[in-house]
């Protein structure tokens, strides 16, 4: 709930409350107010370093999970998220990388949704493709 009010009041004071243990909490609700709370709160500059943070959680729990992690990487940018998103693309892992292109595409094409996204990605991770890494 704190972390909800955090991202609703937008005070950037608050980033010291998004802790690397917030952001991976186990309890999926915890962790996903967590990320809606940091992409408001982040500092300038510190874009790119909670977008590391946050790819380590690709391809984690159930389609609305994935979904709201996904918009928060896509609310930090292109700039910010491109390089983490394609180092997880190549990943072996396959939630992951199905997970990576999925949000690749949602910053290429915020309007597809994440549903036609993530299907996308989960064909060309099942028939080994790569995606095109946003190129």
């Not at 955090?6 to 991976?24: E, F, N, Q």
């Not at 107010?33 to 940091?38: K, L, V």
């Not at 380590?56 to 389609?63: E, K, S, V």
Request: no cysteine; net charge negative; charged share 25%.
């Amino acid at each position: 709930q704190a972390l909800h009010t955090l991202s609703k009041i937008g005070d950037r004071r608050a980033w010291p409350a998004i802790t690397p243990a917030v952001l991976s909490d186990a309890d999926d609700e915890v962790a996903r107010s967590a990320w809606r709370a940091a992409v408001v709160l982040v500092p300038d500059g510190e874009e790119a370093a909670l977008a590391a943070a946050l790819v380590t959680q690709l391809g984690r729990g159930d389609r609305e999970t994935q979904s709201s992690l996904s918009r928060a990487l896509v609310a930090l940018g292109e700039a910010a998220t491109a390089v983490v998103l394609e180092d997880a693309a190549s990943t072996s892992a396959p939630p992951v990388r199905a997970h990576a292109l999925a949000t690749q595409r949602l910053l290429r094409d915020p309007d597809s949704g994440f549903e036609a996204a993530i299907e996308e990605a989960k064909r060309v991770v099942a028939l080994g493709g790569a995606g095109d890494g946003g190129r």
